[in-house]
């Protein structure tokens, strides 16, 4: 998955579908820009960190866990692709892709949204309900 050349107003969300829980989300806003949301579990199932709402990051980001796994690459170029590993609460690894692969486990469900969808203003609603 890239982050660049993203329709305006489209989504794709990670969500774990054991516990209800959105782990990653990108969202591009109606200019296009990309804008990220997550909660990043490490293989033990405790929380490393988390976006604390919709973000953007220019100068790309790392987040590794303790003992130095990459849980997630934002590039800081648009064309480049995301890395991630994403485990939920209980430790399960749900998906991870190194850029090239991507492997999908049990328990995960994508939705993807845009034009009356999951868009970045009803992923902020769906938040705040939370």
Known sequence: MQLGNRRAGTSTSFIDSEFSEVLLTFSSDETGSTQVSFSLYDCAGALVQGSE????????????????????????????????????RNGRLLTWSDGVRTQIFGFLRMERGGNGGMNLRNLKRAEEKA
């Open 53 to 88: 709402g919709f973000q953007r990051f220019p100068e790309g980001l790392v987040v590794r866990d303790a003992l130095g796994e990459l849980l997630l690459d934002l590039p800081a170029e648009a064309n480049a692709s995301v890395q991630y590993r994403l485990f939920n």
